[in-house]
Nanobody
Framework: QVQLVESGGGLVQPGGSLRLSCAAS????????MSWFRQAPGKGREFVAR???????MYADAVKDRFTISRDNAKNMVYLQMNNLTPEDTAVYYC????????WGQGTQVTVSS
């Protein structure tokens, strides 16, 4: 079965950096695009970044030039490098893919606060 397991969240000061990881299993990873979404308290889930099978990427305007998504097909891993974090980036971050249907990880909390 498809499994997505996020890690790497935590508490960071404004201006800091974090790297999120997502371990994927149960499907042909190299054939699937992978995405990160986030959900802040009291808000809906929103798109953050996506990486396609050939490595091209897309980002939400709010994170462009600060966040970088990458993948390692040999390890079935997708990453989200987050730099210059602001309190507005505080959210639960979810790994996502589509294999006939949507699959989500359990989420990892990112809190940006001084």
């Amino acid at each position: 079965q498809v499994q997505l397991v996020e890690s790497g969240g935590g508490l960071v000061q404004p201006g800091g950096s974090l790297r999120l990881s997502c371990a994927a299993s149960g499907f042909t990873f190299s054939n699937s695009f992978m995405s990160w979404f986030r959900q802040a308290p009291g808000k809906g889930r929103e798109f953050v970044a996506r990486i396609f099978t050939v490595g091209n990427t897309m980002y939400a305007d709010a994170v462009k030039d600060r966040f970088t998504i990458s993948r390692d097909n040999a390890k079935n891993m997708v990453y989200l490098q987050m730099n210059n974090l602001t309190p507005e980036d505080t959210a639960v971050y979810y790994c996502h893919t589509v294999v006939a249907t949507n699959y989500w990880g359990q989420g990892t909390q990112v809190t940006v606060s001084s």
